[in-house]
RNA sequence: GGACCCGUAGCCCAGCCUGGAUAGGGCGUCGGCCUUCUAAGCCGAAGGUCGGGGGUUCAAAUCCCCCCGGGUCCGCCA
């Protein structure tokens, strides 16, 4: 289309009975031409010619196109069923920042929205063809460390320490919190130890370490049961050195400068106030470093290590400021990489409100579990249960749940949305994807094309979108697209399913073409959001 | 004070980037469909001033400006 116009088309539904793909051609060109849109897409039409075009009828503005099933078909018949449908050679490399919890804290249902983002938007840009490598940028470095050391010393239960790790260390911390309103004392005390850790001192680096340990354990479990992995793992912690070389580099040349007066004096600061982003903090006056210059120092290495074209940020969007402060110091430094912060809107749980410090979260682990026993009552009450997949369809209706909505756009947590597996969930493409794959089960027959009847037609003209659904969303960094595919082409099935037997009719051949192309279809497109495909339900 | 995000049916959301034919889904409500490949499904009905007002355009949910509502950030925390 492109080629013959100089234009590139939206792709449009027409109206039923007027084509498969309408095109507002017309009315494109007559921007640039300043002719009558029907002149336009008239001369369009007669100058489209397209092997898998039957007609292209003209009609005001638009240019409705007729395709020729069989040519179609012929053109599409091995794709679909391969399993590189949707992929691609587009040979860039990205480096994506994604999970990124806080040690020593747990992971409560808004970790799992920048970690599913994150592990989606990566399966999404490797099946395209790029080289993609997955980075967790743990936050080993902090405050919390401080309360933390007392509150080992004070509190802990060694043996729980060992059994649950991450709600241990996370009871103890919320205890400090409720301890710190009655003796603020407690306060100073978590400053010295806070100190004494960064100075270096051989007992508290050691629980440090262990502290850091046990949460990564703990971290593996939920990703483990997620699918979710990485390709490297660091911590902030690893940047403090470079951070400060780099701040005092920023300094001689002229980036950042030393806070004279007022409450920021002796701090060195960064000078982005030529691009309105005021001057944030680089070094403490103390000498420390401060979250923006190991960031910085941090995304020096990773475009050194790396050598990537494009490197992603999964974070949350309250963080914008954040990450154009340090995409703009990046830029001053020379650094010529694409910098995406692929932001995110908050999660909130209905009926609570989420308090980390007072211990008010919704733990990860007892979401996926309740999740998972409430699949397989269901399933029991079918006759189809198993552990395995009730496991898949409970972690799959999460991932789903989290990846059906925009990032940017807020979303609360309600079991009840999470529990009615119907409508637009997880389940409901799963339960397509198992009524495909048992079709598939029973018979041993031949795949052979006839020419589509319409409602076969209907069908199969949505396969070619699962391509155009996997490079939209990558190009937004939003696997939202993919997942309105996947449910479109869900709904689609079922009714088709519903409507025509498959085994045993004279165009079995075809249409088991069809069923094998949408279990294809689901299954990549699964994988792709962080889904597993179970084997009943 | 400055900046960012969101506002589409009772509730949740897609469509907005890239303007085009009567604005699409899901939940919930009401009514139908299991002697044939799994009813976590299918079919139908009711339900909309696209937050408001200007502007640009042959054409605005979509682009621009102003306003209103909700959320967030602007810390020697991350």
């Not at 092997?51 to 240019?63: C, I, L, N």
């Not at 400068?257 to 030529?274: H, M, R, S, T």
């Not at 079991?415 to 198992?434: H, M, N, R």
Request: proline share 4%; hydrophobic share 40%; glycine share 6%.
């Amino acid at each position: 289309m492109e080629s013959i116009s100089g234009i590139r088309p939206p792709l449009k539904d027409p109206p039923p009975g007027k084509g498969d793909i309408a095109l507002p051609i017309g009315f494109l060109l007559s921007r640039k031409y300043k002719k009558p849109p029907e002149m336009l897409s008239e001369e369009f039409a007669h100058s489209l010619e397209l092997s898998f075009v039957e007609r292209a009828v003209p009609e005001g503005g638009y240019v409705n196109i007729f395709f020729d099933r069989d040519k179609f078909l012929h053109l599409i018949w091995k794709d679909t069923i391969s399993s590189f449908f949707g992929s691609d050679r587009e040979g860039r490399t990205y480096v994506i920042d994604y999970s990124s919890p806080n040690i020593a804290k747990p992971m409560h249902v808004g970790h799992l929205r920048s970690t599913v983002i994150g592990e989606s938007l990566k399966r999404i840009l490797s099946h395209l063809g790029n080289k993609v490598i997955g980075l967790n940028y743990l936050g080993d470095i902090g405050t919390q460390f401080g309360s933390l050391l007392v509150a080992y010393k004070r509190w802990v239960d060694k043996k729980r320490l060992e059994e649950e790790p991450i709600r241990e260390l996370f009871r103890i911390y919320v205890k400090f919190h409720e301890e710190v309103e009655k003796d603020p004392s407690l306060e100073e005390e978590a400053r010295k130890e806070l100190e004494l850790l960064e100075s270096g001192d051989k007992e508290r680096v050691e629980l440090w370490k262990r502290f850091k340990e046990l949460s990564i354990k703990g971290f593996e479990r939920i990703y483990n049961r997620l699918g979710v992995s990485f390709d490297v793992v660091v911590g902030e912690s690893d940047f403090v050195e470079r951070a400060k070389t780099l701040s005092r580099e920023l300094l001689e040349r002229g980036i950042a400068f030393i806070g004279e007066e007022g409450d920021k004096k002796g701090a060195i600061l960064a000078n982005l106030e030529d691009e309105g982003l005021d001057h944030p903090v680089l070094l403490k006056s103390d000498g420390t470093t401060i979250y923006l210059s190991r960031d910085l120092a941090s995304l020096l290495w990773r475009a050194e290590q790396f050598n990537p074209d494009v490197l992603l940020y999964v974070v949350a969007l309250e963080q914008n400021l954040h990450f154009k402060q340090l995409f703009s110091l990046a830029r001053k430094l020379g650094i010529e990489k694409e910098l995406v912060h692929v932001s995110f809107g908050m999660v909130h749980v209905e009926g609570m409100r989420l308090s980390t410090r007072k211990g008010q979260v919704l733990f990860l682990e007892d979401v996926l579990d309740k999740a998972v026993s409430m699949v397989g009552e269901e399933m029991k009450q079918r006759g189809t249960f198993s552990p395995n997949d009730a496991e898949k369809i409970g972690v799959s209706a999460l991932t789903f749940w989290m990846l059906k909505t925009e990032n940017n756009k807020d979303v609360t947590f309600r079991w009840k949305d999470l529990t009615s597996f119907g409508g637009e969930s997880g389940p409901y493409i799963q339960y397509s994807y198992v009524r495909a794959k048992n079709i598939l089960s029973k018979t041993e027959s031949s795949m052979n094309p006839f020419t589509p009847t319409d409602e076969e037609w209907n069908l199969i003209k949505l396969f070619p979108f699962f391509e155009i659904s996997i490079r939209e969303s990558a190009r937004r960094y939003s696997p939202h697209i993919l997942a309105r595919y996947l449910l479109q082409l869900s709904t689609q099935f079922h009714h088709f399913y519903d409507h025509n037997r498959v085994i045993g009719d004279r165009r079995e051949p075809l249409r088991l073409w069809m069923v094998k192309s949408v279990e294809n279809i689901l299954k990549i497109g699964q994988h792709l959001l962080v889904m597993k495909p179970p084997e009943r339900m």
